[in-house]
Antibody, heavy 123, light 106 residues
Framework: QITLKESAPTLVKPTQTLTLTCTFSGFSVSTSGVGVGWIRQPPGKALEWLALIYWDDDKRYSPSLKSRLTITKDTSKNQVVLTMTNMDPVDTATYYC???????????????WGQGTLVTVSS | EIVMTQSPATLSVSPGERATLSCRASQSVSSNLAWYQQKLGQAPRLLIYGTSTRAAGIPARFSGSGSGTEFTLTISSLQSEDFAIYYCQQYNNGYTFGPGTKLEIK
């Protein structure tokens, strides 16, 4: 069974750096074709893809947020970490992590998803 | 960046009826299109990948079709648990989600 859980501070101040951790079980991010991505959702709004890291350390970023994001993985801990710098109130959202390629390495759909963690940006 | 649009924004359908949701890409995404269902307060759940392949455990009343830039999710006979928000996502070039279609009870 594959499970993922996101962890992060619930409240961050503007200009601070947010560190999000995805801890997972049931698969390995060192397996060929596997990646782990981050997606966020502001309250009442749509999903927005942020970043993804593959088994071979290939990293992909949303073009609009690339300058603020860094994604890394720790295979031994089964964790993927995303840092987002210079946080702003508009970054208030539920942040989800989800893998690609765990059931089928031929395509990058996200399945399954973690429960998400709500991060509020406010002074 | 590929932009995804979905229509309608809100769809009102009675239980037992058919629902047809549309998704359009700003450029071809081949068949690299997925659909997700999100219920209030829950994480999204994968329904369809590769345009038309149902994910594990997804009922046969859900079907996907299309290619290139035009895609459709059809729910053949709506059940009460199907009323939710549906998102399409392309993974042909980067990863982009559509704005969603809210399926509500008529």
């Amino acid at each position: 069974q594959i499970t993922l859980k996101e962890s992060a501070p619930t409240l961050v101040k503007p200009t601070q750096t947010l560190t999000l951790t995805c801890t997972f079980s049931g698969f390995s991010v060192s397996t060929s074709g596997v990646g782990v991505g981050w997606i966020r959702q502001p309250p009442g709004k749509a999903l927005e893809w942020l970043a993804l890291i593959y088994w071979d350390d290939d990293k992909r970023y949303s073009p609009s947020l690339k300058s603020r994001l860094t994604i890394t993985k720790d295979t031994s801990k089964n964790q993927v970490v995303l840092t987002m710098t210079n946080m702003d109130p508009v970054d208030t959202a539920t942040y989800y992590c989800a893998p690609v390629g765990v059931y089928d390495p031929t395509g990058d759909w996200f399945d399954p998803w973690g429960q998400g963690t709500l991060v509020t940006v406010s002074s | 960046e590929i932009v995804m649009t979905q229509s309608p924004a809100t769809l009102s359908v009675s239980p037992g009826e058919r629902a047809t949701l549309s998704c359009r890409a700003s450029q071809s995404v081949s068949s690299n299109l997925a659909w997700y269902q999100q219920k209030l307060g829950q994480a999204p759940r994968l329904l369809i990948y590769g345009t038309s392949t149902r994910a594990a455990g997804i009922p046969a009343r859900f079907s996907g079709s299309g290619s290139g830039t035009e895609f459709t999710l059809t729910i053949s006979s709506l059940q009460s648990e199907d009323f939710a928000i549906y998102y399409c996502q392309q993974y042909n070039n980067g990863y982009t989600f559509g704005p969603g279609t809210k399926l509500e009870i008529k």
